[in-house]
T-cell receptor, first 116, second 115 residues
Framework: KAGVTQTPRYLIKTRGQQVTLSCSPISGHRSVSWYQQTPGQGLQFLFEYFSETQRNKGNFPGRFSGRQFSNSRSEMNVSTLELGDSALYLC???????????????FGPGTRLLVL | AQTVTQSQPEMSVQEAETVTLSCTYDTSESDYYLFWYKQPPSRQMILVIRQEAYKQQNATENRFSVNFQKAAKSFSLKISDSQLGDAAMYFCAYRIGGGADGLTFGKGTHLIIQP
């Protein structure tokens, strides 16, 4: 099976703009999670989606949002970009059905966002 | 809140030797999972090994094994016969079982392999 894919891989934006990142999970995986990785804060959980529903969200402002489509692909959006949003954004998928979601997450290669 | 602590920012080992990376965690949950992920310079996070808290037996994957001490809340990773390709950042991670919470990661240990 193909792994988790993320597009674009690199992105440069300016303060105040908005950005949309895309993630395609491993085929058959219905859970998608997003993480932010920065040198200062490390890896932090943004949110998780399962069957088009957000199941949980980390401690991030409302400028960070996401959604999941019926084919399990997910997008995350950051509005009104700030310099501190510069980071590597990682997407991860998990296998699961309505009753059980398996615990192991498989990560994509990430999108590196630079905000100028 | 759950926390994961990796006390070794950097470790260095000679090729073919054995190295142990430390991880401690804090939780009041009884059902949880622990993971070690590897992040090479490509930044791709790769699962190394996982451990279910309810299992007493330590997980093993080829040259990688863990020492899971539940009472001490310790979860160390042992890499045997270190290879140059093992050089990477290693992250210890925790997750509550059955929930929608994301992984809680430690700050990572940078592993250097000396040829």
């Amino acid at each position: 099976k193909a792994g988790v894919t993320q597009t674009p891989r690199y992105l440069i934006k300016t303060r105040g703009q908005q950005v949309t990142l895309s993630c395609s999970p491993i085929s058959g995986h219905r859970s998608v999670s997003w993480y932010q990785q920065t040198p200062g804060q490390g890896l932090q959980f943004l949110f998780e989606y399962f069957s088009e529903t957000q199941r949980n969200k980390g401690n991030f402002p409302g400028r960070f949002s996401g959604r999941q489509f019926s084919n399990s692909r997910s997008e995350m959006n950051v509005s009104t970009l700030e310099l501190g949003d510069s980071a590597l954004y990682l997407c991860a998928s998990r296998e699961g059905n309505a009753g059980v979601v398996l615990e192991t997450q498989y990560f994509g290669p990430g999108t590196r966002l630079l905000v100028l | 809140a759950q926390t994961v602590t990796q006390s070794q920012p950097e470790m260095s080992v000679q090729e073919a030797e054995t190295v142990t990376l430390s991880c401690t965690y804090d939780t009041s949950e009884s059902d949880y999972y622990l993971f070690w992920y590897k992040q090479p310079p490509s930044r791709q996070m790769i699962l190394v090994i996982r451990q279910e808290a309810y299992k007493q037996q330590n997980a093993t994957e080829n040259r990688f094994s863990v020492n899971f001490q539940k009472a001490a809340k310790s979860f160390s990773l042992k890499i045997s016969d270190s290879q140059l390709g093992d050089a990477a950042m290693y992250f210890c991670a925790y997750r509550i079982g059955g929930g929608a919470d994301g992984l809680t990661f430690g700050k990572g240990t940078h592993l250097i392999i000396q040829p």
